[in-house]
């Protein structure tokens, strides 16, 4: 099946921070989500980015689909932007969505 | 609108037990799938349902199953539970399968 890779596991940072976070996958996909897990494990939708470019507020997104890969932005980090980010795909054909391990991200005040 | 509910919220149970949770998924959504996610991990998909029927089943024995009923809210059944079935369980909906899903708060099962 299709593999899901997150980079990097764990970061670390100052409140204000600019962060990139990537997710890498192994197949074409029709489907890729990005999700917040808040500290009390409620997956929160960021966005949904099959391909192109997104934003909301200081979170964007980009797919680039031909190569496989997904980036989330997080600009002027705040000390609520802490939690698990997965990505989340859809293989073609599947009616699953797959995992990737995720990126802890903590923002220390 | 509300969104995904579950209940219940957290359940403790000993080995050999049998659970059901349940799922109400968002007003509209026809689609429910369900995930198990345990510490460390990004959630791992059990099933997903769409107008009733099963259109998905992920890599998990024949202790879980799952049905959903006319008004598109789910049941999630585990037998014989063991103590690696301690995880949290999400209920995530859709308007179809393959869409956005949008997830429930979990419910957190403890086997001891």
């Known amino acids: 099946g299709i593999q899901v890779e997150q980079s990097p596991p764990d970061l670390i940072l100052q409140e204000g921070a600019n962060s990139t976070l990537r997710c890498n996958f192994s197949?074409?996909?029709?489907?890729l989500q990005w999700f917040h897990q808040n500290p009390w494990g409620q997956l929160i939708n960021l966005f949904y980015i099959p391909s192109g470019t997104k934003q909301n507020g200081r979170l964007s997104a980009t797919t680039v689909a031909t190569e496989r890969y997904s980036l989330l932005y997080i600009s002027s980090s705040q000390t609520t932007d802490s939690g698990v980010y997965f990505c989340a795909v859809y293989q073609g054909g599947s009616e699953k969505l797959v995992f990737g391990k995720g990126t802890k991200l903590t923002v220390n005040p | 609108d509300a969104g995904v509910t579950q209940s219940p919220t957290h359940l403790i149970k000993t080995r050999g037990q049998h659970v059901t949770l349940r799922c109400s998924p968002i007003s509209g959504h026809k689609s429910v799938s369900w995930y198990q996610q345990v510490l460390g991990q990004g959630p791992q998909f059990i099933f997903q349902y769409y107008e009733k029927e099963e259109r998905g089943r992920g890599n998990f024995p024949d202790r879980f199953s799952a049905r959903q009923f006319p008004n598109y809210s789910s049941e999630l059944n585990v037998n014989a539970l063991l103590l690696g079935d301690s995880a949290l369980y999400l209920c995530?909906?859709?308007?179809?399968?393959?869409?956005?899903?949008?997830f429930g708060p979990g419910t957190r099962l403890l086997v001891l």
């Open positions: 197949d074409s996909v029709n489907n």
């Open positions: 995530a909906s859709s308007f179809d399968s393959q869409e956005t899903q949008y």
